[in-house]
């Protein structure tokens, strides 16, 4: 229960300046809806997005860190508020997940998919040091998701300054901005939108709002060139999840892009050396080309990943949204970037930027994940159970690919594993879609059956 002690009449008027800090999704989400709403209203506001960083460079210093996967629910909410997602912006438009377990695999489509799952660079892309010369990717194809939704933010009014904000000092009225030590302005609103693979959330930490950073794991990103016609090829529009019980890795998947793949590992202690047991692990080797070998360089980084809640994610205009605020587990990044910056968005231009606002109009978004984040916890550790009984395994593989044939049975466990790997639906709704009767005695059926042709054998033995 939040101990509400700020002014409760505090508003943004004309000539209100907003200081956001961040210039990733979040970031820019929460310019382009709050200069939009102001607009529609008729208020007059002063946006400037503080980002030291470029993302049009290549590497990891220039990117966000993340596998740049966009869920077609996203991608359809973009569009409709006008923020179409087209090449080369999009590397690759997927319409299929891969699931390798050491039982075998399955391929799943969603029935209701219709605009496709897109994935992004979230920086300039791969170092291009990582490939030969001669396959160097072209310039005009690594373009940067984050820089596009910046240039949206900048078409709507917003200012972007290239600085680092190293400090913000609560005064008695309004929070002053300060960079290397020289104060720029006091804000109206500060809106913190820097993650949690910044130093800046620990800045907030120290105002002593209340606010705590969420917790967090670390995982491995790697981006591995092996050419553009192989990408088609051999990885095609399809995501390749697998659970292969490698090791202290929890999750690994694969994401095609242009001339790159994605490779996307969480677990305990991964290194770049654990990514290359993963590439030489069988069922892994057996997707890439005969004739391709592990580079020796290849861009990777160590992101965290927001696996709990902040707490107290707001004050008397401060405000803090994305990944440094709510965030759905191990799943859309982004898509949490848009709920929770729209809704800041609308409560800062609609009602009003002190703590007894945000707890009312803000935080209920926040809440609402961190629920289903408890509900998601539940579904990822029957997930791993399911993937280590080997009887179980067998049997859920059985169920989906009798769906994939027989289209009159339901996509029901299908559209299930569908949603909660792609982040594409909550997972309170995926939670109690998995008790459906029906499902659940097909499910059954199929684990007699393999239990039945597992003693049919021995006995014939």
Known sequence: MYNLKGNSNLTLN???KIAVLGGGPAGSFFSIFALKLAKQIGKDIDLTIYEHKSFLNEG???????AGVISESLVQLLAIEGICLKPPI???????????????????????????????YRGGGPTSKSTSETNKKPESEKISFDDFLIDCAKKEGAKVENIKIDKVELNKDKPGIFSKGEKLF??????GACGINAKTAKMFEELGIGYTHPSVIKAF????HIGKSFVSSHFGNAIHIFLINQPDVKFAAITPKGSYVTVSMLGKDITKQTVIDFLNYPVVKDKFPDSWDIPDAFCRCVPKINVGAARHPFADRIVMIGDASSARLYKDGIGSAYLTAKAAANTAILYGVSEAEFYKYYYPTCRKINRDNFLGNLMFAFTDTINKTPIIREALLKLLRNEQKRPELGYKCSTILWDMFTGNERYTDIFIRAFNPGLLLRFLINIFNVIFIRFKTIWRQ
């Open 90 to 120: 999009v590397q690759r438009a997927i319409d299929t997940y891969c699931f390798q377990t050491i039982s075998g695999d399955v391929l799943l489509n969603s029935p209701s998919l219709q605009r496709g799952i897109a994935t992004v």
């Open 60 to 66: 990891p210093s220039s990117c966000n860190m993340c």
């Open 186 to 191: 006091d804000a109206d609103l500060v809106v």
């Open 221 to 224: 990103q790697s981006e591995i």
């Open 14 to 16: 004309d000539g209100g």
